[in-house]
C-alpha cells in the first residue's frame, strides 16, 4: 500500500469537505441561526487533519496510485466524511445520539435518504440544509468533485474514479481525467440548479433549493415531514417526477447529446431498457391500484398520478413519496420490490444493482443455457452492439451474488432484535443496500428507521456504504492483503 499517495489525497477531500461545510453556515446566518458552531468544530477538525498531509514527502513511486489505493482512498474517504459529517448533528443536538447521527450522515452521502427522524420541520434551516446538501455531495462522488477541482492530472487517480463510479464498466469522456469529472459535475450543477428554478414557480425558496439537492443526488431527504406529498400539488410531483427520471439516466448520454451524438444516445440498449421498465410498471400498478377495492382510488388518472411518482421514486432510488402505498396491493408492492432491486442506469446518481448489470446478467445467462443446448455453438453476448469480454461478465455475476449475500446477511442481523416483522427486516436491508431509503411497513415512507437498535444501525450504515461504493472498495479495506506489499 502507497501510504502517502493515499493520506495525501485523503487530505485535499479534508479540505473539500471543510469548504463544503462553509455553505450551512452561511444559510444559518441568513435565517439568523445560531448553529454555526456544529458546523465551525468539523471544519477545524478537518483543516487540522489535512494541513500535515501537505507537509509529507511524496516523490516518484511514492506519488503513484495503482488499484489497490484507488480502492482505499474510496473507502476511506466516505468512512471519514461521514464520521465527521455527523458532528453538525450532535453539536446542535438536532439529532443528540452519534450513531443517529452516523446514520443519518451516511444515508444523506449514500443518497440512500433512510432517516430517524419524525418531525424534520421542526430542525433548523442550516441543518436541513446540510442534510440535503450531503445528497447532492454524494450523488455524484466526492472523488469525482475533487477531480473536477485538482490543478494537476494525477494519471493513476482514474484508479479511484472507477472506484467510486457506478456501472460494470467506467471509461473517461474525454483523453483527460480532470476534464471528464468537470464535464460530469457540470452537466449535474445544471440540471440542479434547472430543476430549483421550475420549482420556485410553486414552493418557497428554501424548499425548492434543498428538493432539487436532495432529488439531483436521488437521496430523497425532504424538508417536510410528508415528503413531496405535504405540497399537494400536480406541478411539483411532476417536476419532481420528471428529474428523478433524468437524474436515473447515465450522464454520458447526456454527454453524446450535447456533442451533437444524439442519435447514438437514443439507441442506448440500456436506456431503452429502462424506459420499458418504467413504463411498463407505471401502467400495471395504476391498473392494479384502481381496480383494487381496498386503495379507494376511483380515477385512473389518479392511479396514474401516484403511480408514476413512486415508480421513478424507487426506479431512480430517490426515495420521495407522494402517497403511503404500504396500502397498495401486494402486486403492486411486488413490482416496486423489483424496481428497488433493479435501480436506475450505470454512471447516474441512481443506486440498485443497475439496468446495465441485470442485462448482461439476462443475457449472459441466456448464453450459458444456449451453450448447454448446443455446446459446440459460439455464442457472443452483447451489450450496447459491442461484444462483452468474459472478465466483465465475470465480474458481474460476482458483484451480484455478493450483493445477494449482503443483502441477506444484513436482514438477518438486524432481525436479531425483536423490532420488525419479516417484510419490514428484508425492505430495510434492501431499502438500504440499494441506497433508496423508504421500505414497507414499519420502515414505509410514512414511517422512519428510528426504531431500531445502535447495532441495527451500524449495520444498516455499512450497507448503505456497500451499496453506494459497489461493494468492492470496502471489502479490499477490510482484506489483510490490501496492507502488503
Not at 500500500?1 to 493520506?7: Q, R, S, T
Not at 489525497?9 to 463544503?20: C, D, H, Q, V
Not at 446514520?103 to 440544509?129: C, H, M
Not at 462522488?141 to 494519471?155: I, M, Q, R
Amino acid at each position: 500500500m502507497n501510504w502517502k499517495a493515499v493520506v495525501k489525497i485523503l487530505g485535499k477531500l479534508f479540505l473539500a469537505e471543510a469548504a463544503m461545510l462553509l455553505l450551512p453556515i452561511i444559510v444559518a446566518g441568513v435565517y439568523n441561526e445560531s448553529t454555526y458552531w456544529g458546523f465551525l468544530l468539523p471544519i477545524i477538525i478537518l483543516i487540522c487533519l489535512s494541513i500535515p498531509t501537505y507537509f509529507l514527502p511524496a516523490e516518484g513511486e511514492e506519488k503513484k496510485i495503482y488499484a489497490k489505493e484507488g480502492f482505499a482512498i474510496v473507502a476511506f474517504a466516505w468512512l471519514a466524511m461521514s464520521v465527521i459529517g455527523a458532528l453538525p448533528y450532535v453539536v446542535t443536538k438536532a439529532i443528540p445520539n452519534y450513531f443517529d447521527a452516523l446514520f443519518e450522515t451516511i444515508s444523506g452521502f449514500t443518497t440512500t435518504g433512510a432517516s430517524v427522524l419524525s418531525d424534520v420541520e421542526s430542525l433548523p434551516k442550516s441543518i436541513l440544509f446540510w442534510r440535503s446538501f450531503t445528497n447532492w455531495i454524494g450523488g455524484m462522488g466526492v472523488l469525482v468533485f475533487l477531480l473536477a477541482v485538482l490543478p494537476k492530472e494525477n494519471s493513476g487517480i482514474m484508479h479511484a474514479f472507477r472506484a467510486e463510479a457506478t456501472g460494470p464498466n467506467v471509461g473517461k469522456l474525454t483523453s483527460k481525467m480532470g476534464r471528464t469529472a468537470r464535464i460530469l459535475y457540470a452537466i449535474y450543477f445544471a440540471l440542479t440548479v434547472i430543476e430549483m428554478i421550475f420549482l420556485l414557480f410553486k414552493i418557497p425558496a428554501f424548499d425548492a433549493v434543498t428538493t432539487a439537492l436532495a432529488n439531483a443526488g436521488t437521496g430523497g431527504f425532504s424538508v417536510r415531514n410528508a415528503s413531496i406529498g405535504s405540497y399537494g400539488s400536480l406541478y411539483v410531483e411532476v417536476v419532481v417526477t420528471v428529474f428523478m427520471f433524468l437524474f436515473s439516466v447515465n450522464f454520458n448520454l447526456y454527454y453524446l447529446i450535447l456533442t451533437g451524438n444524439v442519435l447514438k444516445a437514443l439507441k442506448s440498449e440500456e436506456a431503452i431498457s429502462f424506459v420499458l421498465m418504467v413504463v411498463l410498471a407505471i401502467f400495471a400498478i395504476a391498473a392494479n391500484v384502481f381496480y383494487s377495492a381496498a386503495t379507494a382510488i376511483t380515477s385512473f388518472g389518479t392511479a396514474m398520478r401516484y403511480s408514476s411518482f413512486q415508480v421513478l421514486s424507487l426506479a431512480s432510488t430517490t426515495g420521495f413519496s407522494s402517497i403511503d402505498y404500504n396500502s397498495w396491493p401486494t402486486l403492486s408492492k411486488g413490482i416496486l420490490l423489483f424496481l428497488m432491486i433493479t435501480g436506475g442506469m450505470a454512471g447516474s446518481t441512481a443506486g440498485g444493482i443497475k439496468m446495465s448489470r441485470f442485462l448482461i446478467l439476462v443475457k449472459s445467462t441466456a448464453a450459458d443455457i444456449r451453450k448447454m443446448v448446443h455446446p459446440r455453438e459460439v455464442v457472443t453476448v452483447k451489450f450496447e452492439r459491442e461484444p462483452v469480454q468474459q472478465a466483465t461478465i465475470n465480474n458481474v455475476r460476482v458483484y451480484f451474488v455478493t450483493w445477494v449475500a449482503i443483502l441477506i446477511i444484513a436482514g438477518l442481523l438486524i432481525s436479531i432484535e425483536t423490532y420488525g416483522d419479516f417484510l419490514t427486516n428484508f425492505s430495510a436491508s434492501l431499502s438500504c443496500v440499494s441506497n433508496i431509503g423508504p421500505g414497507f411497513n414499519l420502515v414505509g415512507p410514512a414511517a422512519n428507521f428510528a426504531g431500531y437498535s445502535a447495532f441495527s444501525k451500524v449495520v444498516l450504515s455499512l450497507e448503505m456504504l456497500f451499496g453506494r461504493l459497489e461493494i468492492f472498495p470496502l471489502m479490499v479495506l477490510f482484506s489483510p492483503a490490501t496492507y502488503n506489499k
